[in-house]
Nanobody, 119 residues
Framework: QVQLVESGGGLVQAGGSLRLSCVAS????????MGWHRQAPGKERELVAQ???????NYADSVKGRFTISRDNAKNTVDLQMSTLKPEDTAVYYC?????????????WGQGTQVTVSS
């Protein structure tokens, strides 16, 4: 079984910072892309940032310059450093990872962590 477990969400004032962390565990052969997505109430889930195994990154326009994604391939972790947070960043944040096991390759998701930014 493969699991993704997130941590680091919470309540913060506008302009503040939070760091989200996610660790993948289980019978993992390799991990390609890892990422963070978010879903606000009444909205569809959207990509926030992703990073491949080589370290190339991709960000949503709304977070460029404020959020930084990083990963540790040896520890199977991916972090999202969020700065200059805005109320519109309020959402449930989900970690994702494209993981290969002995059976197949597919995208796995974490359970989600709430981020609330107060104005």
């Amino acid at each position: 079984q493969v699991q993704l477990v997130e941590s680091g969400g919470g309540l913060v004032q506008a302009g503040g910072s939070l760091r989200l962390s996610c660790v993948a565990s289980g019978r993992i052969l390799s991990i390609n892309s890892m990422g963070w997505h978010r879903q606000a109430p009444g909205k569809e889930r959207e990509l926030v940032a992703q990073i491949n195994s080589g370290g190339s990154t991709n960000y949503a326009d709304s977070v460029k310059g404020r959020f930084t994604i990083s990963r540790d391939n040896a520890k199977n972790t991916v972090d999202l450093q969020m700065s200059t947070l805005k109320p519109e960043d309020t959402a449930v944040y989900y970690c994702s990872a494209d993981i290969s096991t002995v059976v197949f390759t597919r995208r796995y998701w974490g359970q989600g962590t709430q981020v609330t930014v107060s104005s």
